[in-house]
Structure formats: C-alpha cells, structure tokens
T-cell receptor, first 113, second 112 residues
Framework: DAKTTQPPSMDCAEGRAANLPCNHS???????VYWYRQIHSQGPQYIIH???NNETNEMASLIITEDRKSSTLILPHATLRDTAVYYC??????????????FGQGTTLQVKP | GAGVSQSPSNKVTEKGKDVELRCDPI?????LYWYRQSLGQGLEFLIY????????KSGLPSDRFSAERTGGSVSTLTIQRTQQEDSAVYLC??????????FGPGTRLTVT
C-alpha cells in the first residue's frame, strides 16, 4: 500500500474548520484514501473514505485532488472532543486483499478553546 | 448496536507467563484483525481472519504469538512466555469484507 505523509501536529480554534492535509503521491488507481482518528486511550475510529470523488458524511468531508496525490480532511466546526491523532491511510479493496491498515504517525490535532 | 468488545481491559502479568486476550467482533462481520500499539509507537498489524480462509499471520512478531477464531466469531490472541517488550495495547477490529474497520477499546497488557 502507498505511503502517506502528514504534518505531525496542528492546532485549531474551537468552532473553526480544521483542515488536515495528507500527501499520497505514489497512490495507485485502485487505492482508496481512508481517514481514522484515535482519541486518547481509545481505539481508532473510522471517519471517512474515498476513491476520487469528494465525500461528505456526518463527521467530516474528504477532498481529493484531481491527480489523487493528496487529500484534505475537513472537520467543519471543530470541538474540543475532536482533539485526537488523525491517520490518513491508503489501501486497496477487492478480493485477495486483506485490508490490513498500515498506520503512520498521523497528525495530532489540538482543538483549543 | 453493540460494537467490538475486548477483554480484559487491563492485564498485568509476570515475565514468562502466558496470556490470552479475547475479542468479540460485531455480529455478522466476517473479517477480524488484531493490532498492537506500544507506548509512543504507531499501530502495528498483527493478524487477519476472513471467513474460512487461512489467516494472514504476516504481522506476528514471533512464534510466541498465535491467534485463533472459533466459529467465525470470537477470537483469542495468545502470547506465550511473555516478555517486557510485549507490553502494549492490543486492539481488535472487525469489518464486513473489504469495508471499513471498527475497533474495540483495546486490552492494555503490562509485563512486569
């Protein structure tokens, strides 16, 4: 699976949008971009995933560039409870693929009052 | 509905002893994964089960580690002759085939 690069840390003011970037310049055509987060002392939590179109759900939006070499996770109105480590992961789908997640170091997002 | 559950939540054991960690996946999820997270480290894949297929054991760090999944549901991760470097949080996740994974709260293992 392709490697991803994320900034180690970011701050965001409460109530403002948090924009978390991820570079995945070696992504291949059948690899999806997944985002998970891990709040302190909890297991990782799935947020969103996409292939090439932008995606939105109740938690966040995912913007993927046209060349698919980078993406941005957007938390539209960050709250203190969004303070966590955010992981950007690329993985393939389909039979024969285990779907195991390869976690990098992620981005530690600190939401400040 | 119920999420992934793991037990025990905390386990302290003496070096050299065997331990068993349990995972109850979400009902109906065919795929089950074990990961571990050492202090200050990222999450590391250990083993994967999918239906009746042979498990992917490529992430197990040594032959002291083994896992089984009985009846396609509950899974047990066993660590024999524990060492201090085995101290970590052991996380279980389950999913429908190829879909997003849902993680349990983890078991914190401390080897003294």
């Amino acid at each position: 699976d392709a490697k991803t690069t994320q900034p180690p840390s970011m701050d965001c003011a409460e109530g403002r949008a948090a924009n978390l970037p991820c570079n995945h310049s070696t992504i291949s055509g059948n690899e999806y971009v997944y985002w998970y987060r891990q709040i302190h002392s909890q297991g990782p939590q799935y947020i969103i995933h996409g292939l090439k179109n932008n995606e939105t759900n109740e938690m966040a939006s995912l913007i993927i560039t046209e060349d698919r070499k980078s993406s941005t996770l957007i938390l539209p109105h960050a709250t203190l409870r969004d303070t966590a480590v955010y992981y950007c992961i690329v993985r393939t789908h389909g039979s024969g693929n285990t779907g195991k997640l390869i976690f990098g170091q992620g981005t530690t997002l600190q939401v400040k009052p | 509905g119920a999420g992934v559950s793991q037990s025990p939540s905390n386990k302290v054991t003496e070096k050299g002893k065997d331990v068993e960690l349990r995972c109850d996946p979400i009902s109906g999820h065919t795929a089950l994964y074990w990961y571990r997270q050492s202090l200050g480290q990222g999450l590391e894949f250990l083993i994967y089960f999918q239906g009746n297929s042979a498990p992917d054991k490529s992430g197990l760090p040594s032959d002291r580690f083994s896992a089984e999944r009985t009846g396609g549901s509950v899974s047990t991760l066993t660590i024999q002759r524990t060492q201090q470097e085995d101290s970590a949080v052991y996380l279980c996740a389950s999913s429908l085939a190829g879909a997003e994974q849902y993680f349990g709260p983890g078991t914190r293992l401390t080897v003294t």
